[in-house]
């Protein structure tokens, strides 16, 4: 069952002027979901001061972050950085306190590439928005695509893989190679614009050779028992904790920030010889029309604030 139109769902009154006015304080949070949406995100902690209509399933929104009324930082964030949005924005505007109204996207890097390509334009169900960025950050072969847009960039974190599997591990994943398993169903980024799905592809090929990434990635898919998605960083999860996919490949911080949330999650490591390394960089954009508050945001990513939040959730400090 795909969940991507539940995760991306909007109605006009979520976006109702009041509901996007300065985040300060926590609201009420929402009514509690039922079985069928337990799990569901948003994830992060609600900022925004309001009325609280966050309907789990229909109403979400979990990937559009902050205020998109006259903000004064934009942020393209790839998507699997969603998890430290509470905390690093908290420890920004205390460095920062001249910027309080902040936007950010969580979506995925090639999909926030085509957005700026298109101008900032976005379209989520009924939803038009339309926001240059100030600061684009993803992996560095996304960022090394387009150096022309940026004024500087800065490595600020590393990640690597890990392969999330449901409490128990019942299908007794112990490796990569468990996953090219007919039996074995499998929950993968779609390459065509998930930087990590390439990631991926790189080390069943250092795991298994040719043979293992054409039995997960074409054979399985043509069966059904690989799914690729078109957001890992919410389907993933959710394919996992619904019984849907027996195992997921993902960053190691994805599995390590559900374990924080107490969801019922266990992460299979893979070890160096078969895993990668992702080298996280952020770029000022020479078109941000918020040209300081973009120098600023990078230059606290690399300060000891910004470093403290990335390692409590489990991300490598940067490339020196």
Not at 9 to 14: E, F, V, Y
Not at 36 to 46: G, V
Not at 50 to 63: R, W
Not at 148 to 161: D, H, I, K, P, V
Request: hydrophobic share 40%; proline share 9%.
């Amino acid at each position: 069952m795909k969940r991507l139109p539940h995760l991306l769902a909007l109605a006009a009154l979520a976006l109702a002027p009041a509901a996007l006015s300065a985040q300060t304080m926590p609201v009420q949070k929402p009514t509690p979901p039922d079985a069928a949406h337990r799990f569901d995100p948003p994830w992060n902690a609600p900022f925004q001061t309001g009325e609280a209509f966050t309907v789990p399933g229909i109403d979400n929104v979990p990937d559009l972050y902050g205020d998109v009324v006259d903000p004064q930082l934009v942020v393209f964030f790839g998507g699997n950085q969603f998890m430290v949005l509470d905390d690093l924005l908290r420890e920004f505007r205390k460095a920062y306190p001249q910027y309080q109204r902040i936007f950010v996207e969580t979506l995925p890097p090639g999909i926030l590439a085509k957005q700026i390509e298109q101008g900032g334009a976005l379209v989520v169900g009924n939803l038009r928005i339309a926001l240059k960025p100030d600061v684009y950050a993803a992996g560095k072969n996304r960022m090394d695509m387009t150096p022309e847009w940026f004024g500087r960039t800065s490595s600020y974190a590393q990640n690597r893989l890990a392969i999330m599997v449901r409490k128990g591990n019942p299908k007794k994943v112990a490796s990569l190679r468990d996953l090219g398993r007919p039996e074995v169903r499998v929950s993968m980024p779609n390459p065509a614009w998930e930087g990590i799905g390439k990631r991926i592809e790189e080390s069943y090929e250092k795991a298994g050779g040719v043979a293992l990434k054409t039995a997960v990635m074409t054979t399985k898919v043509k069966a059904g028992s690989t799914f690729l998605t078109q957001i890992h960083h919410r389907q993933s999860p959710l394919r996992v904790l619904y019984d849907q996919s027996d195992a997921a490949p993902v960053w190691y911080t994805e599995a390590f920030y559900q374990k924080m949330l107490g969801h019922p999650v266990e992460s299979v490591e893979i070890p160096a010889k078969e895993n990668i390394l992702a080298n996280y960089v952020a770029g000022t954009m020479k078109a941000a029309p918020h040209a300081q508050a973009a120098e600023d945001f990078v230059a606290f990513l690399t300060s000891p604030a910004g470093q403290a939040v990335y390692q409590k959730y489990g991300f490598l400090p940067p490339v020196k």
